[in-house]
């Protein structure tokens, strides 16, 4: 997780948007917020934790919903990545909050919306 600030810094710089700021977030193309969100994950689930963590979708487990979520990062989906279920995950990160509020927003982001009937 410490590349990630990284990360994103070096996106903004390419996008001549000013970092560290409040704003800059919802300066990038949802483009950029897709590809960052991708390497976030990517991170993820690399960590020897997440088969153990439980899903909260009733699933097998965090790493079975991350999984999931892949649809959404391929080239040409970008309809269906939802930069705003990722955000709060972002801002967690790039703050420096404490691991179980990152974790809260991780299950946050990897779980898929309720579709309405």
């Given at each position: 997780l410490y590349a990630f600030p990284a990360s994103f810094e070096s996106v903004c710089k390419d996008r001549g948007i000013s970092y560290p700021t409040p704003d800059a977030?919802?300066?990038?193309?949802?483009?950029?917020?897709?590809?960052?969100?991708?390497?976030?994950?990517?991170?993820?689930q690399i960590l020897p934790i997440i088969p153990l963590l439980r899903s909260n979708t009733g699933r097998a487990n965090l790493l079975d919903d991350m999984l999931?979520?892949?649809?959404?990062f391929t080239p040409g989906n970008?309809?269906?990545?939802?930069s705003?279920?990722?955000?709060?995950?972002?801002?967690a990160v790039l703050t420096n909050k404490p691991n179980?509020?990152?974790?809260?927003?991780?299950?946050?982001?990897?779980?898929?919306a309720t579709r309405p009937p």
């Open positions: 977030l919802r300066q990038l193309r949802k483009k950029d917020l897709q590809n960052l969100a991708f390497r976030l994950l990517s991170t993820l999931r979520r892949l649809p959404a970008l309809d269906s990545f939802d705003d279920q990722f955000e709060p995950l972002f801002n179980d509020k990152i974790w809260r927003q991780v299950y946050c982001a990897v779980t898929e």
